[in-house]
């Protein structure tokens, strides 16, 4: 019962704004990237940690994880070349993950401050028998359905057609955790359009395969934009505190 987690690192950080590509950016010194390896090799379940990399990045990323060794108790790390959206750089991860392994996470290198807990709860929830499991919050917002304008109305205020109940919404996270063969099998049938899936669970659940959520946690959210810098500092300078 070995877990390998996936680490997609691929992605360039457009809503971060201009700069290295968001993975290799640092907090509080160190790249997002060395946290996220270290936030999964933590888990005493996790044998093996496999980063996509920008896809002509992978020896700078292989040279800069050299730079910040494991220590402890650790897993192996591999680096591979990502693709051109998040669903791709997922799927040549997967590639390299050896038949022994039978559960799988993918963990977005663009959550760096995931607790171990976490982690754990995901991997405990795989092992009990669920082929696939994310971790979840509820909404603090309201969230509304609204219909894009396009074409001459491009620009105008857009109407709302839905508001679904909040208290059945929640939002979330990774490291999502999978039986290796369902989310081997959903890579290989499903292909959602655009930028391509922007969460491993939704192709399982268009397999038709039951998907369950286990309890998020606030600091596993999403460095997406720049202010989610501020709060990642934040959240390690109370860590040392
Ligand atoms: N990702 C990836 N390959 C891509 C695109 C994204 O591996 N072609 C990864 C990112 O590196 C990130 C995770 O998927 O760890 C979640 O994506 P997101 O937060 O959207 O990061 P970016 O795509 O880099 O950011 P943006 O969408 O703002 O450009
Ligand atoms: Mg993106």
């Known amino acids: 019962a070995r877990t390998a987690a996936v680490i997609p690192a691929a992605g360039r950080g457009v809503r971060l704004g201009p700069g290295a590509p968001k993975a290799l950016r640092p907090l509080n010194g160190m790249p997002m990237l060395?946290?996220?390896?270290?936030?999964?090799?933590g888990s005493r379940s996790v044998s093996l940690v496999?980063?996509?990399?920008p896809p002509d990045g992978a020896d700078e990323v292989q040279r800069l994880l050299d730079a910040y060794p494991l220590t402890g108790r650790s897993a192996d790390v591999v680096v591979v070349p990502g693709g051109e959206t998040r669903q791709e750089s997922v799927r040549?991860?997967?590639?390299?993950?050896?038949?022994?392994?039978?559960?799988?996470?993918v963990h977005d290198a663009a959550?760096?401050?995931?607790?171990?807990d976490t982690v754990?709860?995901?991997?405990?929830a795989v092992r009990d028998g669920a082929p696939a499991v994310v971790p979840a919050l509820p909404l603090a917002d309201t969230v509304k359905q609204v219909e894009p304008r396009t074409g001459e109305r491009a620009g105008e205020p857009e109407p709302v057609v839905g508001t679904p109940e909040r208290a059945r919404l929640r939002a979330v996270q990774t490291p999502q955790g999978f039986d290796r063969a369902t989310l081997v099998e959903a890579h290989a049938k499903i292909a959602l359009?655009?930028?391509?899936?922007?969460?491993d669970a939704g192709m399982v659940e268009r397999l038709g395969v039951e998907?369950?959520?286990?309890?998020?946690?606030?600091?596993a959210f999403?460095?997406?934009?720049?202010?989610d810098l501020v709060l990642a500092e934040a959240v390690l300078a109370r860590r040392r505190a």
Do not use: F, N, Q
Request: no cysteine.
């Open 34 to 41: 060395v946290h996220a390896v270290r936030a999964m090799a």
């Open 50 to 53: 496999v980063v996509v990399a």
């Open 92 to 105: 040549l991860g997967l590639a390299v993950v050896p038949e022994d392994i039978s559960t799988v996470l």
């Open 111 to 116: 959550r760096p401050l995931v607790p171990v």
């Open 120 to 124: 754990d709860a995901v991997i405990t």
């Open 193 to 199: 359009e655009g930028d391509g899936a922007t969460d």
């Open 211 to 219: 998907v369950v959520v286990v309890p998020g946690h606030e600091e």
């Open 222 to 227: 999403k460095v997406t934009r720049p202010l």
